[in-house]
């Protein structure tokens, strides 16, 4: 099958191909988005496989239909940035990747509380300017603290035992509890009371209309004071001005982030000659106590591999005609 390819970098490109050894698509790599701008190259192409910044909003999704696409089969677990219905209405069906490597994200995670908590960061920096004070340096005790998980869906699950590892208490948010959390003592509270009690709150959740910026002014004033804020899911769950003022009063004390609510002009690019035009991204990167990293908490060997396999999976599914498990239904 004709497949374009959007949003491409080297490592795309190279477990894609790889992955297609068994499949004999015809990959089409862009390095461009696919956004208004962009829907013309996907002209011919009966499948397109795009990235979580590509816009398929229904404008330009009726451009592609316009073009011939029947598929849209995302490498990403997420399709908030999909306009469900504007594709089912135009014939198109929608693949994605639910699961590809929950472990690393998790992981991920739970290095951001390291980094923030013992500030690996800075001590690496001092002892390179052959600077070994600790001053500044104190951090606490993982073993004993609570640890509030928002969302436990596979990713929430494997946080949650790494932290469990830890010796951390357990509290949960979400709206299916998760046997298996429950099972290794997971206790499952209402929001407001998961914010008040817990020294660090880690979000694992999708992004919907019922989940957009969960954290915000109204729900900041429920935390702990100098509680640990992890978001390493969509950016579009946190008000980012609302926790800078929160950052301000130090009513947050610590913040780690791998997504952020406007990243789409920002991460995956080298931007290292440009002067950044988003002030409040700027503002972030000010405090001593945020830790920022630019959507990397998917990136594994272990995790590229599983996504190209199943993205393609998807593509040879649709196109022999048989059930594909990861349809995405309107």
Known sequence: MKV???????????????????????????????SSETTALAAGFPAICPFINDQLNAENLKAIANGGTKLIALRSAGFNNVDIKAAT???ITLVRVPAYSPYAVAEHAA???????RKYHRAYNRVRESNFSLNGLLGFDLHGSTVGIVGTGKIGM?????????GCNLLAYDIYKNPECLEMGVKYVELSELFAT???????CPLTPESYRIINPTTLEQFKPGAMLINTSRGGLVDTKAVIDALKSQKLGYLGLDVYELEGDLFFEDLSDEVIQDDVFERLLTFPNVVI??????????????IAQTTLSNITDFEKGRECKNIVNS
């Open 158 to 166: 494997c946080f949650a035992q790494i932290m469990k590892g830890f």
């Open 293 to 306: 990293t630019a959507h990397q908490a998917f990136f594994t060997r272990n995790a590229l591999q599983n």
């Open 89 to 91: 209405d135009l014939g």
């Open 111 to 117: 290095g951001l509380i390291l980094t923030l908590n």
């Open 198 to 204: 817990s020294d660090i709150v880690s979000l694992h």
């Open 4 to 34: 374009a390819v959007f949003s491409t970098k080297n490592y795309d490109r190279h477990f894609l191909s790889e992955a297609n050894g068994e499949h004999a698509h015809e990959l089409i790599f862009f390095e461009p988005r696919l």
